[in-house]
């Protein structure tokens, strides 16, 4: 192919992974105003444009699509404390943390935490108001469970919130309680909004200037498109917040699912609102049907481990799902449902069994984690053409609560994903960060070391059965989530598409799977523009 010397891109000696199944791989590209005009073997150039870039034989991917994130959350987890392992591995470290963030902190200011799970904390319990009251007794605290889903709370943030033992648990939540009925500062599902309603509010400036700061390190994990799942519309309109965040620097392609509660109370959605070619736009309805496996909300059955009467907790109706789909169909968007327990996977699906989708292009209904579909489920999404969004990394990181909650057999049957693909759904990966026990809750290769291997950080199997190899688990977390995101012209490369990608340090293709979690970013490319570098890497030829 012969090529015009002065106005394109030329990237040569790659092992390009395109994620594109009629061109899987390639070894050189060109790239004109951001698109990739061609794409094939290098032998096949005739001549090089004077703007050549020699991938000197490293592996590379397609820009990876993160398809359920909370970047807000995770933009703002670095301003609290970290109460995950190594920092936080008892309460006793978590009560020091408080302590130490008090000493730091302007007075009466919140006291702000997220990631502990109790099953890697040497008491085998979660925290209680009495516990926090010992770091900070004047003070409010409020410490974010793994799951994002439970709170604890101290003393003082449960009397600002005028939660007592009389207060009654509020629809689709839970107020914890010791014998005497007295709260013991562990707020499940809707539970914990009535202290997050009355804590402080950060300014559209602030918010949009942290998701901005948190666009670099996700560009540092190859990651150049992201979504919202907890997107909403007051005291803030995301919105107008991810707009101003492009504007400071945010670079990634973006998807926002506004809350349906949020929607009820304020319709903000607009044809101009919901476009797909503009960087960030509105993609879909979000509702929860239960809550968390590891924190006990899931809505399961049969019941959680040891606990006969524990099915979890409901958290909508079929009602409340007939009304966002309709005003999802209305507006020619996704409905997006948070299910985890098999009973709220399959109100999802027998609420809209036999009804037809209104996209054409893309599934209407995505099931978010779907950690425990049966088959039955997963044949009537399969007929249906619902989509699964799941993160591999849960199982990964807490295979302690999941053992304790689900036992070692229940475990091994969670996140299906090779079942789901068997039957015909289409699934993508994602993080769900930072809704996590890990560290480092928004790196890839992490997820897609779990879904490999299905073994958890420790060594646990999670299910042998339902591992997928590494060009799935790539697929999944790129041309599969284009296709469910629905993000226009990105997830592989291929000739007309954005040239997104990333190169890798190492060949992620050809290592041990058990050392996927090593890998590590060294350049990202956004419309063929370098938009990260972990060092000087770039040879021009």
């Given at each position: 192919?012969?090529?015009?010397?002065?106005?394109?891109?030329?990237?040569?000696?790659?092992?390009?992974?395109?994620?594109?199944?009629?061109?899987?791989?390639?070894?050189?590209?060109?790239?004109?105003?951001?698109?990739?005009?061609?794409?094939?073997?290098?032998?096949?150039?005739?001549?090089?444009?004077?703007?050549?870039?020699?991938?000197?034989?490293?592996?590379?991917?397609?820009?990876?699509?993160?398809?359920?994130?909370?970047?807000?959350?995770?933009?703002?987890?670095?301003?609290?404390?970290?109460?995950?392992?190594?920092?936080?591995?008892?309460?006793?470290?978590?009560?020091?943390?408080?302590?130490?963030?008090?000493?730091?902190?302007?007075?009466?200011?919140?006291?702000?935490?997220?990631?502990?799970?109790?099953?890697?904390?040497?008491?085998?319990?979660?925290?209680?108001?009495?516990?926090?009251?010992?770091?900070?007794?004047?003070?409010?605290?409020?410490?974010?469970?793994?799951?994002?889903?439970?709170?604890?709370?101290?003393?003082?943030?449960?009397?600002?919130?005028?939660?007592?033992?009389?207060?009654?648990?509020?629809?689709?939540?839970?107020?914890?309680?010791?014998?005497?009925?007295?709260?013991?500062?562990?707020?499940?599902?809707?539970?914990?909004?009535?202290?997050?309603?009355?804590?402080?509010?950060?300014?559209?400036?602030?918010?949009?200037?942290?998701?901005?700061?948190?666009?670099?390190?996700?560009?540092?994990?190859?990651?150049?498109?992201?979504?919202?799942?907890?997107?909403?519309?007051?005291?803030?309109?995301?919105?107008?917040?991810?707009?101003?965040?492009?504007?400071?620097?945010?670079?990634?392609?973006?998807?926002?699912?506004?809350?349906?509660?949020?929607?009820?109370?304020?319709?903000?959605?607009?044809?101009?609102?919901?476009?797909?070619?503009?960087?960030?736009?509105?993609?879909?309805?979000?509702?929860?049907?239960?809550?968390?496996?590891?924190?006990?909300?899931?809505?399961?059955?049969?019941?959680?481990?040891?606990?006969?009467?524990?099915?979890?907790?409901q958290t909508t109706t079929k009602e409340?799902?007939?009304?966002?789909?309709?005003?999802?169909?209305?507006?020619?968007?996704?409905?997006?449902?948070?299910?985890?327990?098999?009973?709220?996977?399959?109100?999802?699906?027998?609420?809209?069994?036999?009804?037809?989708?209104?996209?054409?292009?893309?599934?209407?209904?995505?099931?978010?984690?779907?950690?425990?579909?049966?088959?039955?489920?997963?044949?009537?999404?399969?007929?249906?053409?619902?989509?699964?969004?799941?993160?591999?990394?849960?199982?990964?990181?807490?295979?302690?609560?999941?053992?304790?909650?689900?036992?070692?057999?229940?475990?091994?049957?969670?996140?299906?994903?090779?079942?789901?693909?068997?039957?015909?759904?289409?699934?993508?990966?994602?993080?769900?960060?930072?809704?996590?026990?890990?560290?480092?809750?928004?790196?890839?290769?992490?997820?897609?070391?779990?879904?490999?291997?299905?073994?958890?950080?420790?060594?646990?199997?999670?299910?042998?059965?339902?591992?997928?190899?590494?060009?799935?688990?790539?697929?999944?977390?790129?041309?599969?989530?284009?296709?469910?995101?629905?993000?226009?012209?990105?997830?592989?490369?291929?000739?007309?598409?954005?040239?997104?990608?990333?190169?890798?340090?190492?060949?992620?293709?050809?290592?041990?799977?058990?050392?996927?979690?090593?890998?590590?970013?060294?350049e990202t490319y956004l419309g063929g523009?370098?938009?990260?570098?972990?060092?000087?890497?770039?040879?021009?030829?």
């Amino acid at each position: 192919m012969s090529i015009c010397k002065q106005s394109v891109q030329t990237f040569i000696n790659g092992k390009i992974f395109t994620s594109n199944p009629k061109q899987p791989c390639a070894s050189a590209m060109i790239v004109r105003d951001g698109k990739i005009m061609w794409i094939g073997e290098q032998a096949d150039l005739e001549n090089l444009s004077s703007n050549c870039i020699d991938l000197k034989g490293h592996r590379v991917l397609p820009g990876l699509i993160d398809a359920h994130l909370h970047p807000l959350w995770l933009a703002h987890a670095s301003t609290q404390i970290a109460c995950t392992p190594p920092l936080v591995t008892s309460i006793a470290d978590l009560i020091e943390q408080i302590r130490h963030m008090c000493s730091s902190n302007e007075p009466d200011k919140w006291i702000e935490g997220w990631g502990y799970d109790e099953g890697k904390l040497s008491e085998g319990r979660a925290p209680t108001r009495w516990d926090l009251d010992k770091a900070a007794a004047d003070i409010p605290v409020f410490i974010t469970r793994t799951c994002t889903h439970i709170a604890v709370v101290n003393s003082k943030a449960l009397a600002l919130a005028g939660i007592t033992k009389n207060t009654p648990d509020p629809q689709g939540g839970k107020i914890d309680r010791d014998s005497n009925g007295e709260p013991t500062g562990v707020l499940r599902e809707s539970a914990a909004d009535l202290v997050r309603c009355i804590m402080p509010v950060t300014s559209l400036e602030e918010d949009a200037a942290a998701l901005a700061e948190l666009s670099s390190a996700l560009l540092s994990h190859g990651i150049t498109a992201i979504t919202d799942l907890w997107s909403k519309t007051e005291p803030i309109d995301y919105l107008e917040m991810y707009k101003m965040a492009i504007k400071k620097g945010l670079k990634q392609r973006t998807v926002l699912y506004y809350l349906w509660e949020e929607l009820k109370k304020q319709p903000i959605l607009e044809p101009h609102k919901i476009e797909r070619e503009h960087q960030v736009h509105i993609g879909g309805i979000k509702l929860f049907s239960d809550g968390s496996v590891s924190g006990k909300t899931a809505w399961v059955n049969p019941p959680f481990l040891g606990e006969e009467e524990n099915y979890g907790i409901q958290t909508t109706t079929k009602e409340e799902l007939l009304a966002a789909a309709k005003a999802a169909k209305q507006n020619q968007i996704q409905l997006v449902v948070h299910a985890m327990g098999e009973q709220a996977i399959d109100l999802i699906i027998d609420t809209f069994y036999g009804e037809e989708g209104w996209l054409t292009d893309a599934p209407s209904i995505r099931i978010e984690h779907a950690a425990m579909p049966t088959p039955r489920a997963i044949q009537r999404a399969a007929e249906m053409n619902i989509a699964f969004v799941t993160q591999p990394i849960f199982v990964f990181a807490e295979i302690e609560s999941y053992h304790n909650n689900l036992g070692y057999e229940r475990t091994k049957q969670t996140y299906p994903v090779q079942s789901m693909l068997q039957a015909g759904i289409k699934v993508a990966f994602s993080s769900d960060a930072p809704a996590t026990a890990w560290a480092d809750p928004a790196n890839p290769f992490v997820g897609i070391k779990s879904a490999v291997t299905r073994l958890a950080y420790n060594g646990a199997d999670t299910g042998q059965e339902q591992r997928v190899d590494v060009p799935t688990a790539i697929m999944l977390y790129t041309k599969a989530a284009q296709e469910i995101t629905r993000i226009p012209y990105i997830g592989q490369l291929a000739t007309g598409y954005h040239a997104d990608f990333i190169i890798l340090d190492q060949d992620i293709l050809e290592m041990s799977i058990d050392k996927i979690d090593t890998v590590r970013v060294k350049e990202t490319y956004l419309g063929g523009h370098l938009v990260f570098q972990r060092d000087n890497s770039v040879t021009k030829c």
